[in-house]
C-alpha cells in the first residue's frame, strides 16, 4: 500500500465525461489499497474565462476578489469529481485550500506557499477516504482567498504530496511522459523513463511545456517522486514495471539513475527579444545600471552577454527577454540614457532559444562544439550562447527553429530507439 497524490489538468477534467474517466483512474488506485489525494485543475478554457470577465469588469481590478473569482474554477472542478467518486461508492469529500490550510504570501494572483498542515488529509487519507482538492490556491494570513499563478495546480500537487509525505505525486496531463524534445517537431523523439529534477527543471524552464516550473523546483527541494502521465490511457490497465512504478516519465534524484545519458533532451522558446546596448563605458555598476531597472519593472532577463572593446573604455551589453517585454524594456533603458551612458540602443524580436541539456555533460568534453559544428553546417547562425553545468542554449532567428531541434536531436543521438 502506497499513499498517492494524483493531479489532473484541465484537458484531463474538461466535461463531466472526462471527469468520470478521471474518477475511474483514482477507483483504480483505491482499489489497489493505496490511500489517495487527488488535486485538480478547473476545466480546460475555465480559467481563461474567468480571468476574463474579471478584466471586462474592471481593467483596474482589484487583486484580492480576482483571487476569489478565478479560483472558482478549481472549486467546481472538485466538488464535481468528488460526486461522481460517491456515485461509484468511494467515499471521498472535496477541500479547498483555504480548509487543509494552504498558506501563502499575500502576492495575489502569483502567491507563493509558505507552509502546509498535512495532517487534516493524512487523517482523512488513513480512514480510507479520497480527499479531491481545488489546486492553485490557498488562503494569506488574513483569511483572503490567494492563487498561485497559472500552472499553479501543479505546484499545489506537489507541495500536498509533500506535506503527506506521499511515495509518489502522479501528474496526468494529455501526453504518456515526458520526451527527448516536441514530437510535434521531431517525430522520432522517444519518450523518457526517468529524468533527473535538475534536468527536467531546465526543461521546463527552456519551454518544455510538461510540468511548471515551480512544481520541479518543489519536488526538487523535497525530494518528491513524480510521474507524468497520461489520463487518458485505459483506467483499468494495471499494468506496472517490474519495480512496481507505473509506466510514465519518472522525476527523481540524480541517483535513481543508473546510467546517465549525455544529452537528455532538447528544449526550444520561441518569441524571444535581443537588445543590445552599444558603446557603454566599463565601469563598476554599469551592469546595475542596467539590470536593477528592469527587474523592477518585472522584466523577466534571460541570457546576457558583455563584450569589451580592446581598449577597456566601452563595451557592449546584450540581453534577451520575452518578446512581448521588449519595448517596455527599451523604454526603461531609454529612461536612464544619461545614467547608463550607452551610444545607441538595438532591439529585435522574432528570436527562439534552443537548449541541449543532460546532467551527462558535466562529465563529457566536447558537448558545445558539436552543437556548433551541427548548426552551421545547415547554415543556422548563432547570435547569443549562454551555458551551465548541464545546459547550452543558443539564441538563433525564429524560422530556422524546427530545422535546429531537428539538427541537435540527431547529432546527440536522440532518434535512435
Same mark, same amino acid.
Given at each position: 500500500?502506497?499513499?498517492?497524490?494524483?493531479?489532473?489538468?484541465?484537458?484531463? *477534467?474538461?466535461?463531466?465525461?472526462?471527469?468520470?474517466?478521471?474518477?475511474?483512474?483514482?477507483?483504480?488506485?483505491?482499489?489497489?489499497?493505496?490511500?489517495?489525494?487527488?488535486?485538480?485543475?478547473?476545466?480546460?478554457?475555465?480559467?481563461?474565462?474567468?480571468?476574463?470577465? #474579471?478584466?471586462?469588469?474592471? $481593467?483596474?481590478?482589484? %487583486?484580492?476578489?480576482?483571487?476569489?473569482?478565478? !479560483? +472558482?474554477? =478549481?472549486?467546481?472542478?472538485?466538488?464535481?469529481?468528488?460526486?461522481?467518486?460517491?456515485? &461509484?461508492?468511494?467515499?471521498?469529500?472535496?477541500?479547498?485550500?483555504?480548509?487543509?490550510?494552504?498558506?501563502?504570501?499575500?502576492?495575489?494572483?502569483?502567491?507563493?506557499?509558505?507552509?502546509?498542515?498535512?495532517?487534516? @488529509?493524512?487523517?482523512? &487519507?488513513?480512514?480510507?477516504?479520497?480527499?479531491?482538492?481545488?489546486g492553485f490556491q490557498g488562503v494569506d494570513k488574513d483569511g483572503r482567498i490567494a492563487t498561485l499563478g497559472r500552472g499553479g495546480s501543479d505546484t499545489s500537487a506537489v507541495a500536498i504530496a509533500a506535506a503527506v509525505k506521499a511515495d509518489r505525486c502522479d501528474i496526468y496531463t494529455d501526453v504518456d511522459g515526458v520526451y527527448t524534445t516536441d514530437p510535434r517537431v521531431v $517525430?522520432?523523439?522517444?519518450?523518457?523513463?526517468?529524468? +533527473?529534477?535538475?534536468?527536467?527543471?531546465?526543461?521546463? +524552464? @527552456?519551454?518544455?511545456?510538461? @510540468?511548471?516550473?515551480?512544481?520541479? =523546483?518543489?519536488?526538487?527541494?523535497?525530494?518528491?517522486?513524480?510521474?507524468?502521465?497520461?489520463?487518458?490511457?485505459?483506467?483499468?490497465?494495471?499494468?506496472?514495471?517490474?519495480?512496481?512504478?507505473?509506466?510514465?516519465?519518472?522525476?527523481?534524484? =540524480?541517483?535513481?539513475?543508473?546510467?546517465?545519458? *549525455?544529452?537528455?533532451?532538447?528544449?526550444?522558446?520561441?518569441?524571444?527579444?535581443?537588445?543590445?546596448?552599444? /558603446?557603454?563605458?566599463?565601469? $563598476?555598476?554599469?551592469?546595475?545600471?542596467?539590470? *536593477? $531597472?528592469?527587474?523592477?519593472?518585472?522584466?523577466?532577463?534571460?541570457?546576457?552577454?558583455?563584450?569589451?572593446?580592446?581598449?577597456?573604455?566601452?563595451?557592449?551589453?546584450?540581453?534577451?527577454?520575452?518578446?512581448?517585454? #521588449?519595448?517596455?524594456?527599451? !523604454?526603461?533603458?531609454?529612461?536612464?540614457?544619461?545614467?547608463?551612458?550607452?551610444?545607441?540602443?538595438? %532591439?529585435?524580436?522574432?528570436? #527562439?532559444?534552443?537548449?541541449?541539456?543532460?546532467?551527462?555533460?558535466?562529465?563529457?568534453?566536447?558537448?558545445?562544439?558539436?552543437?556548433?559544428?551541427?548548426?552551421?553546417?545547415?547554415?543556422?547562425?548563432?547570435?547569443?550562447?549562454?551555458?551551465?553545468?548541464?545546459?547550452?542554449?543558443?539564441?538563433?532567428?525564429?524560422?530556422?527553429? =524546427?530545422?535546429?531541434? /531537428?539538427?541537435?536531436?540527431?547529432?546527440?543521438? @536522440?532518434?535512435?530507439?
Amino acid at each position: 500500500m502506497a499513499r498517492l497524490v494524483m493531479k489532473f489538468g484541465g484537458t484531463s *477534467v474538461a466535461d463531466l465525461d472526462r471527469i468520470r474517466n478521471v474518477a475511474a483512474h483514482v477507483k483504480r488506485e483505491v482499489a489497489a489499497g493505496h490511500q489517495v489525494a487527488v488535486v485538480v485543475s478547473a476545466m480546460a478554457g475555465k480559467t481563461n474565462e474567468l480571468v476574463a470577465w #474579471c478584466r471586462g469588469a474592471s $481593467p483596474l481590478h482589484d %487583486a484580492r476578489e480576482y483571487d476569489a473569482v478565478v !479560483a +472558482s474554477g =478549481e472549486q467546481v472542478t472538485s466538488g464535481l469529481l468528488a460526486i461522481v467518486l460517491q456515485s &461509484m461508492g468511494i467515499d471521498a469529500r472535496s477541500w479547498q485550500g483555504w480548509q487543509i490550510p494552504l498558506i501563502t504570501d499575500e502576492a495575489h494572483g502569483a502567491a507563493r506557499i509558505q507552509s502546509i498542515d498535512g495532517s487534516r @488529509l493524512i487523517a482523512e &487519507m488513513e480512514e480510507g477516504r479520497v480527499a479531491v482538492v481545488a489546486g492553485f490556491q490557498g488562503v494569506d494570513k488574513d483569511g483572503r482567498i490567494a492563487t498561485l499563478g497559472r500552472g499553479g495546480s501543479d505546484t499545489s500537487a506537489v507541495a500536498i504530496a509533500a506535506a503527506v509525505k506521499a511515495d509518489r505525486c502522479d501528474i496526468y496531463t494529455d501526453v504518456d511522459g515526458v520526451y527527448t524534445t516536441d514530437p510535434r517537431v521531431v $517525430p522520432k523523439a522517444r519518450r523518457l523513463d526517468k529524468v +533527473s529534477f535538475e534536468e527536467m527543471l531546465e526543461m521546463a +524552464s @527552456l519551454g518544455s511545456k510538461v @510540468l511548471q516550473v515551480r512544481s520541479v =523546483e518543489l519536488a526538487m527541494v523535497h525530494k518528491v517522486r513524480t510521474f507524468v502521465r497520461s489520463s487518458f490511457e485505459d483506467p483499468n490497465n494495471t499494468k506496472t514495471q517490474p519495480n512496481g512504478d507505473p509506466f510514465g516519465t519518472l522525476i527523481c534524484d =540524480e541517483d535513481e539513475i543508473v546510467e546517465q545519458e *549525455v544529452v537528455t533532451g532538447i528544449a526550444y522558446s520561441k518569441d524571444e527579444a535581443q537588445i543590445s546596448i552599444r /558603446r557603454v563605458p566599463d565601469k $563598476p555598476g554599469v551592469a546595475a545600471a542596467v539590470f *536593477v $531597472p528592469l527587474a523592477e519593472a518585472n522584466v523577466n532577463v534571460d541570457m546576457i552577454v558583455q563584450n569589451i572593446a580592446a581598449d577597456g573604455a566601452e563595451t557592449d551589453i546584450t540581453f534577451t527577454c520575452p518578446a512581448i517585454d #521588449c519595448d517596455r524594456a527599451k !523604454a526603461v533603458i531609454e529612461e536612464r540614457a544619461a545614467a547608463i551612458g550607452y551610444q545607441s540602443l538595438e %532591439a529585435a524580436t522574432g528570436m #527562439c532559444k534552443v537548449s541541449v541539456i543532460g546532467v551527462g555533460m558535466r562529465s563529457h568534453a566536447g558537448v558545445a562544439a558539436q552543437a556548433f559544428k551541427a548548426l552551421s553546417t545547415k547554415g543556422i547562425n548563432i547570435r547569443a550562447i549562454t551555458t551551465s553545468e548541464i545546459k547550452i542554449s543558443v539564441l538563433i532567428d525564429e524560422a530556422y527553429t =524546427e530545422l535546429a531541434v /531537428r539538427t541537435l536531436h540527431s547529432v546527440y543521438g @536522440l532518434d535512435k530507439a
